[in-house]
């Protein structure tokens, strides 16, 4: 059964920076693509940025130049750093590997507060 586990997330204020990672465990993380959401209060929740097992970056339009995802292979693990940061980027943060439609799991999620 695979497993995420998030840190990194805090109190930061507007403009600043955080790096989020998140641990995978349980099965190969290689053959798996990996992203991050975000769920503000009532809001439903939305890709943040996604990394293909190849390597393979996209990005929502509102964090594109400012969030930055990575993946380290040997290390199971994958990062989202989050530069220039807004108040609207304030939201719950989770990781999420997916395979296939059935081998789709999703970390607990971390606390990202932006605010001065």
């Known amino acids: 059964q695979v497993q995420l586990v998030e840190s990194g997330g805090g109190l930061v204020q507007p403009g600043g920076s955080l790096r989020l990672s998140c641990a995978f465990s349980?099965?190969?993380?290689?053959?798996?693509?990996m992203g991050w959401y975000r769920q503000a209060p009532g809001k439903q929740r939305e890709l943040v940025a996604g990394?293909?097992?190849?390597?393979?970056?996209n990005y929502a339009e509102s964090v594109k130049g400012r969030f930055t995802i990575s993946r380290d292979n040997a290390k199971n693990t994958v990062l989202l750093q989050m530069n220039s940061l807004k108040p609207e980027d304030t939201a719950v943060y989770y990781c999420?590997?997916?395979?296939?439609?059935?081998?789709?799991?999703w970390g607990q999620g971390t606390q990202v507060t932006v605010s001065s």
């Open positions: 990394i293909t097992s190849g390597g393979s970056t």
């Open positions: 999420n590997a997916k395979r296939t439609a059935s081998l789709d799991y």
């Open positions: 349980g099965s190969i993380f290689r053959f798996y693509a």
